[in-house]
């Protein structure tokens, strides 16, 4: 039989893992609002690897939950407030509205992120036809050498 005790170190896993993406996000912002794009391609880099390991851990809950459900005669699925009811063990609802609240902040930060990102990008784009209007004016559209005959 699979123990609840498991499935509780997984989703305590996940929400320690949850939280530091969300910090990661809150280091983004500062490097975004910096201007600081070495460290921005640093933490991309380290989200990566903390998305990864979330897909990880949440296939392996779901797993040890599909276990406990069939172990425990279970048909229609279990969630984690099921769990909690047919355990008698408050952690685990007490762990889902954790995991919610985090979820949320992370939503809320990946918005602020992108307003930044894309703003970034605009002045980029600003800045670029700003340079681009004046290496057309002066630089001719033409190569080579022009000869003339001479009679």
Known sequence: MTSDRAIINILEEQVNTYKRLLDLLEEERQCLVSIN?????????????????????????????????????????????????????????????????????????????SILIDRSLRYIKTTASFFHSFTTQHIPQTTGVLLSKET
């Open 37 to 113: 794009a070495e460290k921005i391609e640093e933490i991309s880099k380290v989200k990566d690897t903390v998305v990864m390991r979330l897909r990880l851990l949440e296939e392996e809950r779901i797993r040890l939950m599909k276990k406990f459900a069939e172990d425990n005669g279970i048909l229609n699925g279990i969630n984690l407030d099921d769990l909690g009811r047919h355990t008698g063990n408050g952690a685990f609802s007490e762990l889902r509205s954790r995991m919610l609240s985090i979820l949320q902040n992370i939503d809320e930060m990946n918005k602020v992120n």
